[in-house]
């Protein structure tokens, strides 16, 4: 019996998202009185046994390049197969897109019961009951597992990163590689750009830009604040940024320390993508506007005047600091 945590990689680097994930999985582990061990596919150029100090006593390594590149049929597969040679009773996923494809495939695999996106720790004094953020943000619901095993992605940025002291057992795993008839062939990445769903800040336009010709504005301040790039729905709509870049309801879900919104009204469906990041800044000429009520800072005036002040004003400082 054992608390499972699948550690996300990218480029043979574990992503920021899962030391949350693993500090997450390590405090269930004490809540149940087990232990907590990770589990890592592919081939990574970081030292695992330093993730003793997240609270892991051992981390499971399927180190076969094949495992390098997501696929989520074949990684499903081999985390189902790892959880039960391991004797898993809870596996722990981040919700972001590795997760979210990968935690519900694994859990019909160990006839689990699944809860994508908990946003808190398991109530385990009466059951096993996870809250998740329902409507969009604007309710709770409390879900009880209980099954056996149970499958749980919790959402980014939802829980601390706590660092102590140990060292963790690295143990090789052979698991036989399937060949699926659906086989990702290639993985094209946007390079030179923060990536959206990892990055602390985010700088985001909506229509009040007016145009694709106004983007130096959101762009420059978001180079001077090492910020990813993010807009509303009808921006990528009407393509004036990628697809990539539209957060909410119906495109990415973010929650960075600091979300700057530039020229956006702050409609609900806008919200359910953003309303987790950590302070809100708010930039409409509009005082009405809906997300002022969201916001912790909100400027009333003009994009085109606050938007330049504001990008000198970060140069300034970083000149200074
Ligand atoms: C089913 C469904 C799903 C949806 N999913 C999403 C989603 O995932 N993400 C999303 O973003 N939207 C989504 N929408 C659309 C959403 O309802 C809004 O229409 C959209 O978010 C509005 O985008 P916006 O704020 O950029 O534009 P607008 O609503 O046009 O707002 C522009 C804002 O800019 C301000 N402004 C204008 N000029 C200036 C200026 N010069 N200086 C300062 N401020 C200025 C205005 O005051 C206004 O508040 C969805 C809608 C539906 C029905």
């Keep these: 019996m054992s608390v499972l945590i699948f550690i996300d990689q990218t480029e043979g680097h574990i992503k920021k998202l899962s030391y949350e994930a693993l500090t997450y999985g390590a405090d269930v582990?004490?809540?149940?009185?087990?232990?907590?061990e990770g589990l890592l596919l592919?081939?990574?150029?970081?030292?695992?046994?330093?993730?003793?100090?997240?609270?892991?006593?051992?981390?499971?390594?399927?180190?076969?390049?094949?495992?390098?590149?997501?696929?989520?049929?074949?990684?499903?597969?081999?985390?189902?197969?790892?959880?039960?040679?391991?004797?898993?009773?809870?596996?722990?996923?981040?919700?972001?897109?590795?997760?979210?494809?990968?935690?519900p495939r694994?859990?019909?695999?160990?006839?689990?019961g699944f809860v994508g996106g908990a946003s808190a720790l398991p109530l385990t004094s009466n059951g096993f009951v996870v809250r998740k953020n329902v409507f969009s943000g604007k309710a709770f619901s409390n879900v009880n597992i209980t099954s056996e095993i149970k499958v749980i992605s919790m959402n980014p940025n939802s829980y601390h990163t706590t660092e102590g002291e140990g060292v963790a057992e690295v143990v090789q795993l052979n698991i036989p590689i399937d060949v699926f008839k659906v086989k990702v062939t290639a993985?094209?990445?946007?390079?030179?750009?923060?990536?959206?769903?990892?990055?602390?800040?985010?700088?985001?336009?909506?229509?009040?830009?007016k145009g694709p010709?106004?983007?130096?504005?959101?762009?420059n301040l978001a180079h001077e604040l090492h910020a990813a790039l993010a807009c509303s729905r009808p921006v990528a709509d009407a393509h004036w940024r990628p697809h990539h870049e539209h957060v909410g309801q119906t495109?990415?879900?973010?929650?960075?320390?600091l979300y700057i919104a530039i020229g956006i009204s702050g409609a609900i469906q806008h919200l359910a993508g953003v309303n987790r990041s950590k302070v809100i800044v708010v930039i409409n000429k509009d005082p009405e506007a809906p997300f002022f009520k969201a916001a912790d800072y909100g400027i009333v005036g003009d994009v085109f005047e606050i938007v330049p002040k504001l990008t000198e004003e970060v140069k300034k400082l970083k000149g200074s600091a």
């Design 187 to 209: 993985v094209n990445k946007v390079k030179g750009e923060v990536p959206l769903t990892e990055a602390e800040i985010v700088v985001s336009g909506g229509r009040g830009l």
């Design 213 to 219: 010709e106004n983007w130096s504005l959101v762009e």
């Design 251 to 257: 495109g990415i879900q973010i929650a960075p320390n």
């Design 106 to 112: 694994v859990a019909a695999r160990l006839k689990a």
């Design 29 to 36: 582990a004490k809540q149940l009185g087990t232990t907590a």
């Design 42 to 103: 592919g081939t990574v150029s970081d030292d695992l046994s330093t993730l003793g100090k997240y609270g892991l006593s051992k981390v499971h390594h399927v180190a076969n390049e094949t495992l390098n590149q997501v696929d989520s049929q074949v990684y499903a597969k081999v985390i189902a197969e790892a959880a039960k040679s391991i004797g898993a009773n809870v596996v722990v996923f981040t919700h972001n897109q590795t997760g979210k494809a990968v935690a």
